[in-house]
């Protein structure tokens, strides 16, 4: 488990019980400190994974059209993050003790009953998915004290799921390792010995992104743990270590993920994929 105390948060997060290990990356929980100043706006740069946050107080989730809205769109509580390729913003103005899941690649759909794919890139109220118990899990979890103890009573909630639930295929665990890995689409689709049309589909059907697109947020995602580590890092070092072409190659995928430039990002205070912002009211 690791537990860290930033500026904003007291947070927790740890591995989930091993039966959902090959479905959830981690949990986590965190409690906002309630004498830090809040952000009245956060730009969230995008990941390849999916996940669950449940938001124990304050308001729902509320999201922005760009740095000029200050009305926003209030989304819901408990919401299921689609996987995404793209930055969103987001109120930050309000923050509420929080419970969350990060889901592996492809995995966020069998809990949800629906392929990952046909949310992606959008926010969706766990409601739409589970009904009334979404509700229930988010009142059970506003009323237990401590945040270990609200990790267990969701990781409860998810393991209840899992008679219900199908795995995943094996084919798209095994292309997102090699994806991962920097491999060609081709290369992974003869390996799969799958028509280069007929993976993309499959691995687009299941995942969210296009096999090309997942390989590149990847890419992009290691830039950013590497900034959040090392935030002093040139960016020569960091485009060369991250395995771009070129400086060029390099900025031109930071401001296609994250809508900004690398030195905006570090102007703005970026650490990891939160990145300060001054939209929204």
Known sequence: MTASRGDKAIQISRAPHPILQPFVERIWAASPDALAPSTPCERMLPAVSAHLVIRLGGKPLRLFADDADTVGDFVAHAVVGGVRDAAYLKDGSDPAPSVGAVFRPGAAGVFLGAPTGR???????????????????????????????????????????????????????????????????????????????????????????????????????????????????????????????????????????????????????????????????
């Open 119 to 281: 949310f992606a890139g959008c926010h969706t109220p766990l409601e739409a998915f589970w009904g009334g118990d979404a509700e229930r899990l988010r009142m059970e979890l506003g009323e237990a004290m401590g945040l270990e103890r609200r990790l267990t009573i969701l990781e409860r909630a998810l393991m209840k799921r899992l008679p219900r639930i199908r795995g995943i295929d094996p084919a798209i665990v095994q292309s997102a390792v090699m994806l991962g890995r920097q491999r060609g689409v081709g290369q992974v689709a003869a390996a799969l010995d799958v028509s280069h049309r007929h993976f993309i589909a499959r691995f687009a059907e299941a995942v969210g992104l296009t096999p090309k697109r997942y390989a590149r947020l990847v890419r992009f995602g290691r830039v950013l743990r590497r900034l959040e580590r090392w935030p002093e890092t040139a960016w020569a070092e960091v485009a060369q270590d991250a395995g771009y072409a070129d400086q060029a190659h390099f900025n031109r995928d930071f401001r296609a993920f994250s809508g900004i430039s690398p030195g905006r990002y570090r102007e703005m205070g970026g650490i990891g994929r939160h990145v300060p912002e001054k939209c929204g009211r």
